[in-house]
């Protein structure tokens, strides 16, 4: 009987230790969440802003039109595969290009409430301050505009595992790649030309694992069960974050090829402070 503790428990190290991410496709592992990080990403913040002001530019909306609910194998789910607040992760990415020297932002998704509050204050100060009542500032336009989406969201366009028994012991892995995709375009106010369609794709990763045993002890008397598991998803908003702040890279990169706003490299040499020379210390019989 002893024995055959000593086989059950080496079959479970044995599987528990092909439970890991080796066991997978390191082309399904890898790729494509952690380069986009690396890259577009840290170029966000880090890129050199225009040779000028920066640009205002509007977004009006930038909603889910997938389409699409949730992925789910046993039951039905209506909630949406998406957000369907993307529009704050383009503001916040356009706020951020060059550490704020890109773009100017100014705010039309919330539009109907910024004119009635605009309005409320008008009333508060002609009912109080009558016909001499200081106007407000007129509202910043863009010249530019933001539109576009996400158009798109793939659910296991990859997915695959692997498993073993070995005398009622086993184990058990999984995978699935799902694809969210973003696109956006520049779109010039005066003329209505889209001037850049840019967009990206990321993958969603998710995994699985358990381990289970069934086996008889007590001369075959008595049956034991037992089953763990684990699971990480990795969270779709934040897969729509990266896409949408890489969509904004790839239109800055457009722009600059096609020359719609003024931008040359500055050379490294400006880029370094030039050391203060030390000046001479002064004695007493210096004037």
Do not use: H
């Not at 008008?122 to 158009?151: F, H, W």
């Not at 020379?277 to 019989?285: I, S, V």
């Amino acid at each position: 009987m002893k024995i055959g503790k000593m086989i059950a428990a080496a079959g479970l190290t044995l599987l528990s230790g092909c439970m890991s991410d080796k066991a997978i496709d390191p082309s399904v592992v890898s790729a494509t969440p952690q380069i986009l990080k690396r890259s577009n990403v840290s170029s966000l913040y880090g890129m050199q802003g225009p040779n000028g002001p920066p640009i205002t530019i509007a977004v009006y909306s930038f909603n889910d039109k997938t389409g699409q609910r949730k992925p789910n194998d046993k039951f039905s789910v209506l909630s949406s595969a998406v957000t369907q607040g993307a529009e704050v992760f383009l503001i916040k990415a356009l706020q951020d290009a060059g550490n704020g020297k890109w773009f100017q932002v100014v705010e039309r998704v919330g539009l109907d409430d910024l004119i009635k509050e605009r309005q409320l204050i008008r009333n508060q100060r002609e009912t109080y301050e009558g016909k001499d009542a200081k106007q407000l500032s007129p509202m910043l336009v863009a010249g530019v505009m933001l539109e576009g989406g996400i158009v798109g969201y793939d659910a296991d366009t990859i997915s695959g595992g692997m498993g073993a028994k070995l005398l009622g012991i086993g184990a058990d892995i999984n995978y699935r790649v799902d694809v969210v995709t973003v696109v956006i375009r520049l779109i010039s106010v005066q003329t209505g030309e889209v001037l850049v369609s840019a967009g990206a794709t990321k993958t969603i990763y998710s995994q699985g694992s358990d381990a289970n045993v069934f086996t008889f002890v007590d001369a075959g008397t008595m049956s034991v069960q037992m089953e763990a598991g684990s699971a990480q998803n990795e969270p779709t908003t934040y897969s729509v974050r990266l896409a949408t702040e890489a969509a904004v890279v790839d239109m800055i990169q457009q722009g600059i090829k096609k020359q719609l706003w003024e931008y040359a490299p500055r050379p490294a040499s400006a880029a370094k402070p030039t050391p203060a020379k030390a000046l001479p210390a002064k004695g007493p019989d210096t004037k």
